[in-house]
Structure formats: structure tokens, C-alpha cells
């Protein structure tokens, strides 16, 4: 610091050097009444260098984006303090603020500012490699940059733990929505889906039909071959009905030999006639169990949305129910249609 | 308390002994093999006897335990690092040990450390005085501090006074606060690695 020593001497004189100033503001820069920096602080040379600092212009290193009078000051009587905003020529990314007072009478002295990098914090530290000892005690640079990284770390950890809490969630809904034999959906699943589609009717959506399959001499199977014979077999059927449904279908069991389907998009009559059909032929074909052919059929009910002006999820089950009990009556292996307008 | 404390014994034990010997300490706490989560909360009780059964399983001394688990949470890497902000050299590290437990509290406000508070003593000497939540933080202050010399580069002897009640002494001699160059430790990380 050896041009411009006015001001710097006028400080002596009050028992301040500039590297006493420069302890307790380490960001401290000295103007005179031009411009021209005569002493800066230590972290400050260390930011603006290596090259010349003290004798060049303020406007050389930095760029002043606003500055304020600070509301209180701007009592004549108390002539000073103006809050400035910068940004380092240097690096663009990197702003600064602090405060600028006059120094002497009228600023005869020039201007004291004291700066700060506010958020960028982090970004000047690792730019310009600063240390705990470029910072002034009383500075709560290290506080700030240490809650950083501790919220990082907490934020971290919550995260993953919402991770694998979402996952724990779904992995349990789809546990509670799956039938854990056949892995088809289970009752409760079906009823939300049937629900669904009895609304989006209502509301003008497509028409779907309601499927019952019971499956026909299943308990022989059970009481000659052992349960765990009649579970391949029940496993062997889902994937049959699984087979023959389109994409957006809803194939369930509901419990012990019983399937409820819940059919979508277009269909008619006759094509569900086929379809149920096509699924008792298949499931006429006989299942082979450790070597032992097994044979069973289904009795299929059926109960068609569109013949309902409003359908309604207990009156179509009703319904689909009757026309099971219909096929089961006339002889099993049948597939029976709800007819239009009959009373279940 | 937060199962922070239970998962960082949980990764000492499966770190330095394997996952075998933690599932059978899992076993035994009637907990899953996953264990604990840091961000939730457990029954105190739980550390208690996690502790007692990490003891017994591997035949050591729960103070021994301890001082093994002090030194190894120097280990993890953002712990490390939370720790050397607490000052440039190992004096200024032991002086910031007084605010350990505030600075816990402005991560997390119901993270329950133990109370420390630093008296220094003639020739380099200090005591530092733990009070906890639960017994035995004084070694794992003990393990810390050892290990944090290490990394701080300074010369130590530190010594874990047996307790007297729920308060717990470590006295730390410090030899000479630079006696190796110590961890690197920049104070904020490089971007790739900062904050998302």
C-alpha cells in the first residue's frame, strides 16, 4: 500500500492502521475521493489479485449494479451510508454486497466499504480457495457454509428415505391388490376397477361386461390330487383367462375356484358369446399334473353394461350371478349372457 | 431418538465386521436386517441394548465398543467434514467441541448429542466433561477425538477418565496441534461433489 497514502494516514491518526481494519473487516476497501482503491483487506487483495490492487480504479474490478442509501441514514445530519450491490469484473457469477461510508469531512478522506458475498458464499470460497482464516471472527461465513453442508446430508438421507418409503407403499398396495396364488388381481382390487367403470358409464364412458367363471369339477381335482395339484390347476386356468383378454381387461380371482373378469372397449353380444366359448373350450383341454391329465370345465355369467340405462355394480353382480346359475343349470360348460331387461 | 445414532452403529458394525455378524445382532435387537433408518425415530431403549448386544456378540468391552464407533463416524466423509468446521487447527477444534451440541441442534432441532464442555488445564492439557442422553458418549468422544487428531494432523494423548455417574471425562494432552500435515479440507467442496 504505498500510493495514495492520505487517506491511510488519516486513519493512523486515529489510531486505526489498515491492517488492524483489514482484521476486522478482511473485505474492507479504501477509496479515495477518485476512485482509486488505496488499501484493501487481505481477503479482498487475495480476490483481486495477483496483479495490482491498491493505486488502480475501483472500476476496473467491479461493477456497480445498485446502490441505496440506507433508510436511516438519509437524515442529512448523519451523511454516509449507502448500500451497494457488485458484481466482480473477474468473475461475473459472483456478487457482492456491502455498505460504503464516507470518510472525512464531506468524504475528503474518500470511502470506506465493507463487503460481503451474501449467497455466493460457497461459489467465492471454492473460486477463490478461502479459509476459515479469510473470514472475520465475527463472520458467520463458517456457520453458513457448515449448515449447508449439514443440510445437504439431512436432505440426503430424507430423501432416500422417501425413496424406499414409496417403494415399501407400493410394493404393499400391490401386495394388498394381488391374489397371492395365481398373482392375478384379487377381489378387492376388482371391486375398485368395477366401481370405476360403473362411474366412467355414467358418465359417458365405454361399455364393458362383467364376467363370472366358475370352474367346473374343480373339487375332484382337490379331493383326488391334493391341494397342491388343485393349485396348478387354478394357476394353469388364470393364465388361460389372462390369455384371452385384451390389454386394459381386468382378469381377478375371487376366491377359491371363482374368476370375475371385467371386460372393456368394443364389445357386443355376440362377441362375448364367442369369447366365453373360446375360454370353456380351453379350459376343457385337459391340464396335465405330474404326469396326470385333469380335467375340468367353467360355467361362465355374463351381465353387459349396456343393457342398463344406469348400471349399477350391485345390480350387474346380481345379475351376472343369475346368468352363472343359468349355465350352471343347464348342464355346466356353458356360457350364459344376462338377457336385456330380465329381472335377476 | 433419531435412528441416526442406531444406523451409524449399524454401519460401524457391518463396515468392520460384516453384514453376517450385523444380522445376527439384528437378529437378537428383534429388528429386520435393514435396520434402522436415520431420519426416524426410536425408542431409546433400542440403542441401550444395541449397544449391549453389539458388546456381548463381539466379546469387547462396551467402553472398547464405543471408542471403535467414536473413531470410525470420522470415517463418513460428510460427517468428517461437518466436524472440521469446527476450526482450522485441533486447538480451535477442541474450543469449538463447547457449540458441538448447538450445531447439532441447528442441523436437526431434536438431535440429541451429548453436552460437552471444554476446561483447559495447564502444560496443553484439557478435560472435556460428557453429558449425555446415554452412558458412554465419553468414549465415543474418546474414539473421536483420537481419530479427528489424526486427521487434523496434531499429536495427542487422549485418555477416557472413568465415569463418575452420568458425567463422563476425556482427557486430551495436546503435544503439538501440528505435528503432521494432516486431511485435506476445503471449505466448500468441489461443484461436481456440492450440494444438488
Known amino acids: 500500500m504505498n500510493s495514495s497514502l492520505s487517506p491511510c494516514k488519516a486513519v493512523l491518526q486515529g489510531g486505526l492502521s489498515p491492517a488492524a481494519l483489514g482484521e476486522l473487516m478482511p473485505m474492507f476497501l479504501w477509496l479515495d475521493r477518485h476512485g482509486v482503491i488505496c488499501a484493501a483487506g487481505p481477503t479482498l487483495m487475495k480476490i483481486l489479485g495477483p496483479g495490482p490492487v491498491v493505486g488502480t480504479a475501483f ?6 449494479r445498485r446502490a441505496r442509501a440506507r433508510r436511516h441514514e438519509q437524515d442529512e445530519a448523519h451523511p454516509g451510508g449507502r448500500k451497494l450491490i457488485l458484481m466482480l469484473l473477474s468473475h461475473p457469477e459472483i456478487g457482492l454486497r456491502g455498505t460504503a461510508v464516507e470518510v472525512g469531512p464531506e468524504g475528503a478522506e474518500g470511502m470506506l466499504l465493507n463487503l460481503t458475498f451474501g449467497i455466493h458464499l460457497a461459489d467465492a470460497v471454492r473460486e477463490f480457495g478461502l479459509t476459515e482464516g479469510d473470514f472475520a471472527t465475527s463472520d458467520l461465513a463458517i456457520e453458513l457454509l457448515y449448515l449447508r453442508e449439514a443440510k445437504a446430508a439431512v436432505m440426503d438421507e430424507l430423501r432416500a428415505l422417501n425413496g424406499r418409503l414409496e417403494e415399501a407403499r407400493r410394493a404393499a398396495e400391490r401386495q394388498a391388490l394381488t391374489d397371492p396364488l395365481t398373482g392375478l388381481a384379487n377381489r378387492r382390487a376388482f371391486d375398485a376397477a368395477l366401481q370405476k367403470a360403473v362411474r366412467a358409464q355414467a358418465h359417458g364412458g365405454a361399455p364393458f361386461a362383467l364376467v363370472l367363471v366358475d370352474l367346473d369339477h374343480f373339487k375332484q381335482v382337490n379331493d383326488h390330487m391334493g391341494h397342491a395339484a ?21 382378469v381377478a380371482r375371487a376366491g377359491g375356484d371363482e374368476f370375475v373378469l371385467l371386460l372393456r372397449g368394443a364389445i357386443d353380444r355376440a362377441a362375448l358369446q364367442t369369447l366365453g366359448r373360446r375360454m370353456i373350450a380351453r379350459l376343457e383341454e385337459p391340464c396335465v399334473v405330474d404326469g396326470t391329465p385333469c380335467r375340468i370345465s367353467a360355467s361362465i355369467g355374463i351381465a353387459f353394461s349396456r343393457d342398463y340405462p344406469e348400471p349399477e355394480v350391485d345390480r350387474m353382480l346380481a345379475d351376472a350371478d343369475a346368468a352363472l346359475y343359468e349355465a350352471k343349470r343347464s348342464g355346466r360348460g356353458r356360457c350364459s349372457i344376462h338377457a336385456a331387461g330380465a329381472v335377476a | 431418538m433419531y435412528g441416526l445414532i442406531n444406523k451409524a452403529l449399524q454401519a460401524f458394525l457391518v463396515e468392520n465386521y460384516g453384514p453376517a455378524l450385523w444380522s445376527r445382532v439384528a437378529h437378537a435387537l428383534g429388528v429386520g436386517p435393514e435396520g434402522f433408518e436415520a431420519m426416524l425415530r426410536y425408542e431409546d431403549r433400542l440403542t441401550e441394548e444395541l449397544i449391549d448386544i453389539a458388546a456381548r456378540t463381539l466379546d ?50 431434536d438431535l440429541e448429542l451429548p453436552e460437552l464442555s471444554l476446561r483447559s488445564e495447564s502444560g496443553g492439557r484439557f478435560v472435556i466433561e460428557v453429558r449425555g442422553p446415554i452412558a458412554g458418549w465419553g468414549a465415543v468422544m474418546a474414539g473421536l477425538l483420537r481419530a479427528m487428531a489424526d486427521d487434523y494432523g496434531a499429536l495427542v494423548l487422549i485418555e477416557a477418565v472413568p465415569p463418575c455417574g452420568r458425567l463422563e471425562r476425556v482427557q486430551v494432552m495436546l503435544l503439538e496441534a501440528a505435528y503432521a500435515s494432516g486431511r485435506r479440507f476445503d471449505l466448500a467442496l468441489p461443484s461436481a461433489e456440492a450440494v444438488a
Do not use: C
Open chain 1, 59 to 64: 472500476e476496473t474490478h467491479f461493477h456497480l
Open chain 1, 230 to 250: 388343485g393349485d396348478q390347476v387354478l394357476n394353469w386356468a388364470s393364465a388361460i383367462l389372462a390369455q384371452e383378454v385384451r390389454r386394459g381387461d381386468v
Open chain 2, 60 to 109: 469387547k468391552p462396551r467402553a472398547a465398543l464405543l471408542e471403535d464407533v467414536g473413531a470410525f463416524l470420522t470415517t463418513i466423509e460428510p460427517l468428517r467434514r461437518l466436524l472440521r468446521f469446527g476450526g482450522s487447527d485441533y486447538w480451535e477444534f477442541l474450543f469449538s467441541l463447547d457449540e458441538l451440541q448447538g450445531r447439532g441442534l441447528m442441523t436437526l432441532p
